[in-house]
């Protein structure tokens, strides 16, 4: 295979996913060639970048331009190659197939993180005899879904602009006054969203498996705060993988307000 050839193979397989691109070029690079330094430096850093990801600590946009500068840097890699850095003529089909446990476990971590941060999502609800009750996790998510529509009811007498403005608004404060852990929830499934699309490999399993983490009652909490301003890029993300569908509909203050998720 032309070197050409072997370097447009290598960029296509970075195209699937950065961990595929990296696995690619480890495979064709000749140990003894000066150039294979500079990529144990960039899959070193690679590797303590997916490490600090599954800890939650990092913001994902910081992880996301982590992942850019390592994409760029293993593109540049790629474009200095030459015949003597290579110890294969052709790059492996099968190399997908050895890196996707390694996706695979990074995605789960990443659903383990979810429910943690799910579980931390609480409600509280004081009575007038005294009685204090306090929910946690889905329970919690389908409290806050009757308090809401009970203090959106009055919106559903409107013309659908000006109910879609008022719940907008009303939306747009209750994720404000957000004390961090419904924030923490959604930066997760954003960074899950994010790592799904970012490669074509097995995709749509992961995309399924996303979709049958959430309630009905969680996908409506998604699709508000997808449209209340707080993140752009997570109403990005949640149009672009199709994550809440019409199901939420009858849960509105107007099933009409789904097509405001455009």
């Given at each position: 295979?032309?070197l050409?050839?072997?370097?447009?193979?290598?960029?296509?397989?970075?195209a699937?996913?950065?961990n595929?691109?990296?696995e690619?070029?480890?495979?064709?690079?000749?140990p003894?060639?000066?150039?294979?330094?500079?990529?144990?430096?960039?899959?070193?850093?690679?590797?303590?970048?997916?490490?600090?990801?599954t800890?939650?600590?990092?913001?994902?946009?910081?992880?996301?331009?982590?992942?850019?500068?390592?994409r760029?840097?293993?593109?540049?890699?790629?474009?200095?190659?030459?015949?003597?850095?290579?110890?294969?003529?052709?790059?492996?089909?099968?190399?997908?197939?050895q890196?996707?446990?390694t996706?695979?476990?990074?995605?789960?971590?990443?659903?383990?993180?979810?429910?943690?941060?799910?579980?931390?999502?609480?409600?509280?609800?004081?009575?007038?005899?005294?009685?204090?009750?306090?929910?946690?996790?889905?329970?919690?998510?389908?409290?806050?879904?009757?308090?809401?529509?009970?203090?959106?009811?009055?919106?559903?007498?409107?013309?659908?602009?000006?109910?879609?403005?008022?719940?907008?608004?009303?939306?747009?404060?209750?994720?404000?006054?957000?004390?961090?852990?419904?924030?923490?929830?959604?930066?997760?499934i954003?960074?899950?969203?994010?790592?799904?699309?970012?490669?074509?490999?097995?995709?749509?399993?992961?995309?399924?498996t996303?979709r049958?983490?959430?309630?009905?009652?969680?996908?409506w909490?998604?699709?508000?705060?997808?449209?209340?301003g707080?993140?752009a890029?997570?109403?990005?993300?949640?149009i672009?993988?199709?994550?809440?569908?019409g199901?939420?509909k009858?849960?509105?203050?107007?099933?009409?307000?789904?097509?405001?998720?455009?």
């Open positions: 295979m032309e050409n050839n072997i370097k447009s193979d290598l960029k296509q397989r970075i699937q996913g950065l595929f691109g990296i690619a070029a480890e495979d064709v690079i000749d003894e060639a000066d150039i294979y330094n500079d990529f144990i430096l960039l899959k070193s850093k690679y590797n303590d970048l997916m490490y600090l990801s800890l939650n600590t990092l913001p994902y946009e910081q992880i996301e331009i982590g992942q850019d500068r390592l760029n840097s293993l593109i540049g890699l790629i474009d200095r190659l030459g015949p003597s850095s290579l110890k294969k003529q052709e790059v492996n089909t099968d190399l997908k197939v890196a996707l446990p996706r695979r476990t990074n995605f789960f971590k990443l659903l383990d993180i979810h429910f943690q941060n799910l579980e931390a999502i609480a409600h509280t609800e004081s009575w007038s005899d005294g009685n204090v009750e306090k929910t946690t996790g889905r329970a919690a998510i389908f409290k806050i879904y009757q308090m809401v529509r009970r203090q959106c009811k009055s919106f559903e007498a409107l013309a659908v602009e000006e109910s879609w403005a008022k719940t907008e608004e009303f939306f747009n404060q209750f994720f404000g006054y957000d004390d961090g852990i419904l924030e923490v929830y959604f930066k997760n954003r960074h899950m969203m994010a790592y799904i699309m970012e490669s074509e490999i097995e995709r749509q399993f992961f995309l399924n996303l049958s983490l959430f309630s009905k009652f969680e996908l909490l998604i699709f508000h705060y997808a449209l209340s707080m993140d890029e997570f109403k990005e993300l949640v672009k993988s199709s994550l809440v569908d199901s939420i009858p849960y509105l203050v107007n099933e009409t307000h789904f097509d405001y998720l455009q």
